[in-house]
């Protein structure tokens, strides 16, 4: 069955740092693959997608790009902020739901 | 631009304790869904809706109930509380799930229910 696999957190930056959460995905096809970020207290925001092999998401300095070769899809800033600290998720578009990974929680300190 | 409204926020209940926390959304979102969030575990999927009168099972639906007499509401239903479901539930829903990358519509989450049973 789909499944997504995160690098098992907490991740601990100063701020400035270069960022990397690294996803892996199993699945059938070549499903839509999102990055949503919970900040604290929250429900989950969406932060990114990709709906196809080697698009690049984007989105308030975040990327990750759709690596079908090696059914990944790792989120990356160049400068991480204090403000950036939050839990994130991987997901893959399944059959009539969304499948997430475990999570990853990043504290960004200044 | 109220989105997904969950309430409570919070709850303790007695183990065998029944409750039904309550989820609406004003999106006419046809999707609906309830997920479980507990550490090291992400979120699983408990029932999902497609649309009103239709509902179905997903990952951890054991424990739980849902209905969905509305677009709008979708309730989840806990007949005899035990300690296991010690979560944080979280409602959400999309236009469609099946087209949520064609649509451009995202999953919207509500705030979650931190609920205790003890």
């Known amino acids: 069955g789909n499944s997504v696999t995160q690098m098992e957190g907490p991740v601990t930056l100063s701020e400035e740092a270069f960022l990397t959460i690294n996803c892996t995905y199993t699945?059938?096809?070549?499903?839509?693959l999102f990055w949503y970020v919970q900040y604290p207290g929250e429900g989950l925001q969406l932060l990114l997608k990709?709906?196809?092999?080697?698009d690049k998401g984007s989105n308030k300095g975040f990327e990750a790009t759709y690596r079908k070769e090696t059914t990944s899809f790792h989120l990356e800033k160049g400068s991480v902020q204090v403000s950036d600290s939050a839990v994130y998720f991987c997901a893959l578009q399944g059959a009539q739901k969304l499948v997430f990974g475990q999570g990853t929680r990043l504290t960004i300190n200044p | 631009n109220a989105g997904v409204t969950q309430t409570p926020k919070f709850q303790v209940l007695k183990t065998g304790q029944s409750m039904t926390l309550q989820c609406a959304q004003d999106m006419n979102h046809e999707y609906m869904s309830w997920y479980r969030q507990d550490p090291g575990m992400g979120l699983r999927l408990i029932h999902y809706?497609?649309?009103?009168?239709?509902?179905d099972q997903g990952e951890v639906p054991n424990g739980y109930n849902v209905s969905r007499s509305t677009t709008e509401d979708f309730p989840l239903r806990l007949l005899s509380a035990a300690p296991s479901q010690t979560s944080v539930y979280f409602c959400?829903?999309?236009?469609?799930?099946?087209?949520?990358?064609?649509?451009?519509?995202?999953?919207?989450f509500g705030n979650g229910t931190r609920l205790t049973v003890t």
């Open positions: 990709a709906t196809k092999a080697d």
């Open positions: 809706s497609v649309g009103a009168g239709i509902t």
């Open positions: 699945a059938t096809g070549y499903p839509s």
């Open positions: 959400a829903s999309s236009y469609s799930i099946a087209g949520v990358s064609s649509y451009n519509s995202p999953l919207h």
